[in-house]
Nanobody, 121 residues
Framework: QVQLAESGGGLVQTGGSRILSCTSSGSIFRLLVMGWYRQSPGKERELIAYILTGNETHYADSVKGRFTISRDNAQSKVYLQMNDLKPEDAAVYYC???????????????WGQGTQVTVSS
């Protein structure tokens, strides 16, 4: 049973930066494909970044060039460095263990509790 716990959310000004982290337990982390999602009120949860076991990364167009996903296998953590934050980045951010096949990320049933990011204008 994989367990995930996000941290690092909070209030940040427009143009500011924030780093989120997600700690995994209950599995061999280096074998996991990891993703970050976000969900804002009234919107569907969206995949914004994921990282494969070989450290290949992929980003949604909405965050490309501003956000960076990385992983530390020794610490069983995945990070999301967020720069140049905009009001539309405000959301609850979730990490997820996924599967990658047919060149697509597929979310699993394993989610963290989420961490809120608020961006003030």
């Amino acid at each position: 049973q994989v367990q995930l716990a996000e941290s690092g959310g909070g209030l940040v000004q427009t143009g500011g930066s924030r780093i989120l982290s997600c700690t995994s337990s209950g599995s061999i982390f280096r074998l996991l494909v990891m993703g970050w999602y976000r969900q804002s009120p009234g919107k569907e949860r969206e995949l914004i970044a994921y990282i494969l076991t070989g450290n290949e990364t992929h980003y949604a167009d909405s965050v490309k060039g501003r956000f960076t996903i990385s992983r530390d296998n020794a610490q069983s953590k995945v990070y999301l460095q967020m720069n140049d934050l905009k009001p539309e980045d405000a959301a609850v951010y979730y990490c997820n263990v996924g599967r990658y096949y047919i060149n697509t990320y597929h979310p699993s049933e394993y989610w963290g509790q989420g961490t809120q990011v608020t961006v003030s204008s």
